[in-house]
Antibody, heavy 126, light 109 residues
Framework: QVQLVQSGAEVKKPGASVKVSCKAS????????MHWVRQAPGQGLEWMGW????????NYAQKFQGRVTMTRDTSISTAYMELSRLRSDDTAVYYC???????????????????WGRGTLVTVSS | SYELTQPPSVSVSPGQTARITCSGD??????AYWYQQKPGQAPVLVIY???ERPSGIPERFSGSSSGTTVTLTISGVQAEDEADYYC????????????FGTGTKVTVL
């Protein structure tokens, strides 16, 4: 069925990097934009950026510019989000979420999320 | 930075109507979207493009827009509707950025 399967929980030390994966199945991976959203414990949702799996183009939230890198491997229908120089306040559940805008027909995403992964808990602790 | 403001909580009795507002200066120019999130689960889209309902979402969920405020209405609230609800839109003031509302906890009494 149509789903996004994310990698398992991670524990990292401050200053380290983490790379979270999101494998798409049941639809054409390169056909839809993919966003990343995070949620700190007990807090709200925070948009991080998107990747166009067809072209590899990206757009990052200003807050994460210089620390986040979104990539994809089309051969295995998987998107990745890498966050570097981790701090304790990066502790959160990280979600991948599909945008219904179809690539390459749409030059930009529709800016909403119709399919979500289950989330990956990243804990940053010394 | 652009903000979407929601009330922290709404309480409603079963069968009554819950209304959740979301305010933001750019909402007259950008669509709003609504998500339901239950504890330990990923968010689920319940309204898109201000008032459209995805397939599989009950008819009791509806959305509306007026000026700088959008509203999610849950008619005939059921116990299973108890959850956090987030509005979401795009900030087009510079490089497009996604933005979420502050979230509203709906409690069914």
């Amino acid at each position: 069925q149509v789903q996004l399967v994310q990698s398992g929980a991670e524990v990292k030390k401050p200053g380290a990097s983490v790379k979270v994966s999101c494998k798409a199945s049941g639809y054409t991976f390169t056909g839809y934009y993919m966003h990343w959203v995070r949620q700190a414990p007990g807090q709200g949702l925070e948009w991080m950026g998107w990747i166009n799996p067809n072209s590899g183009g990206t757009n990052y939230a200003q807050k994460f510019q210089g620390r986040v890198t979104m990539t994809r491997d089309t051969s295995i229908s998987t998107a990745y989000m890498e966050l570097s120089r981790l701090r304790s306040d990066d502790t959160a559940v990280y979600y991948c979420a599909r945008d219904p805008a179809t690539t390459p027909y749409s030059s930009s995403p529709y800016w909403y999320f119709d399919l979500w992964g289950r989330g990956t808990l990243v804990t940053v602790s010394s | 930075s652009y903000e979407l403001t929601q009330p922290p909580s709404v309480s409603v009795s079963p069968g009554q109507t819950a209304r959740i507002t979301c305010s933001g200066d750019a909402l007259p120019k950008q669509y709003a979207y609504w998500y339901q999130q239950k504890p330990g689960q990923a968010p689920v889209l319940v309204i898109y493009k201000d008032s459209e309902r995805p397939s599989g979402i009950p008819e009791r969920f509806s959305g509306s827009s007026s000026g700088t405020t959008v509203t999610l209405t849950i008619s005939g609230v059921q116990a299973e509707d108890e959850a956090d609800y987030y509005c979401q839109s795009a900030d087009s003031s510079g490089t497009y950025q996604g933005v979420f509302g502050t979230g509203t906890k709906v409690t069914v009494l």
